[in-house]
């Protein structure tokens, strides 16, 4: 058998293939054993996320309520906030013990301008306070990639959300290579990379597999690799699809752990449809991370009480005790 242990970065997408499709028991065993090897499995992070900007993106990602081309969806477009409300809501969240704050802005790309120094303030401000910071903010260029590493950034979201292969069925306003060539530009910068993808859209278990093996290539691999689970939301190309099995999620969050061992793999999108036991079997498979609050930008998530049930009944170390929903 391999060293699961050892950490690759030519992994290829029959390999993974395999690993996904491994009797779930045995993938769960092994990829507990991984996670053990690099983590803490008592700790679990819990990250804020700030809509800082919501509604009326070019992109037409067919998942997304945000998207403009999605004209029946019933959102509320809300313009950038002030960085210094925004800052307000960090150091609450750092008052109630937040270690990671996430904002996220719905555009196509970052343009210089008003709006980029606003969000680079909000950066700054957010690290004066001692927290994380991590932006989504679509694509972006070097020279913007460098001032937010100035500003201070820890890390930057942008996620891959399927394989080359299945990537034409979901987006076509926006390129794979377009994706790529923006994770590299960060990485140029110096910013961690938060990087991972969405299971359920109707993409293939190979499909699942190619994702990763794109994530797990990369040399050095995401810090951050959030596994997401389609939310399905009424006006959208995807509203009719049905719910993935609870146990689908646990295997792409253990396979991922067993190709990025030193990642932290956070349990993201469609985390409210799930049971608490789903939950824990989803941690004890790999994940150490979850984002915390009612919603996450403007998608359902589970509610604060619920997650607090949840981390008391498995003893795990609590990192950050509160989150901030969309504006």
């Known amino acids: 058998m391999t060293d699961d242990s050892s950490i690759r970065h030519d992994w290829t997408v029959e390999e993974i293939e395999a690993l996904h499709e491994l009797p779930l028991l045995e993938l769960i065993g092994r990829a507990s054993t991984v996670h053990r090897l690099h983590h803490d499995p008592n700790r679990v992070q819990k990250a804020s ?6 509604g009326g993106c070019p992109e037409d990602c067919a998942y997304c309520p945000q998207s403009a081309h999605h004209r029946e969806v019933e959102l509320t477009r809300d313009r950038l906030m002030d960085p210094q409300k925004v800052v ?4 609450t969240a750092k008052a109630a ?6 904002m996220g802005a719905a555009w196509r790309q970052v343009r210089d301008g008003k709006e980029f120094d606003a969000v680079i303030e909000m950066v700054e401000g957010v690290r004066a306070l001692g927290m994380e910071a991590c ?3 679509g694509m972006l260029k070097p020279h913007q990639a460098a001032r937010l590493a100035a500003a201070g950034l820890t890390a930057y ?3 891959l959300d399927t394989s080359p292969e299945f990537y034409s069925r979901i987006i076509t306003t926006r390129t794979y290579q377009d994706r790529l060539e923006t994770l590299a530009t960060v990485r140029a910068a110096g910013i961690e990379l938060c990087c991972g993808g969405i299971i359920g859209m109707g993409e293939s278990g190979r499909d699942r597999a190619a994702m990763l093996q794109v994530l797990a290539n990369f040399d050095p691999h995401p810090e951050s690799v959030p596994i997401n689970a389609l939310v399905p939301v009424s006006g959208t190309p995807l509203a009719a699809r049905p719910r993935i099995d ?3 999620l646990v295997r792409m969050v253990a396979t991922a752990r067993l190709v990025m061992p030193a990642s932290v793999v956070r349990l993201s999108a469609g985390r409210a449809a799930l049971s608490r ?3 824990i079997l989803c941690l004890v498979a790999g994940a150490n991370s979850i984002f915390y609050g009612d919603t996450l930008l403007t998608t359902p998530n589970a509610g604060l009480g619920e997650d607090a049930g949840l981390l008391a009944a498995i ?3 609590r990192h950050a005790d509160v989150s901030v929903s969309s504006a």
């Not at 013990?97 to 996430?102: L, N, T």
Request: include cysteine; charge should be negative.
């Open 315 to 317: 003893g795990v170390q």
């Open 97 to 102: 013990g937040a270690e990671r704050f996430c």
């Open 277 to 279: 036991e789903a939950q």
């Open 135 to 137: 932006v989504t903010l």
């Open 246 to 248: 609870p146990l689908e």
């Open 157 to 159: 979201n942008h996620n």
């Open 49 to 54: 996320l700030l809509s800082i900007k919501t």
């Open 88 to 91: 307000a809501l960090a150091a």
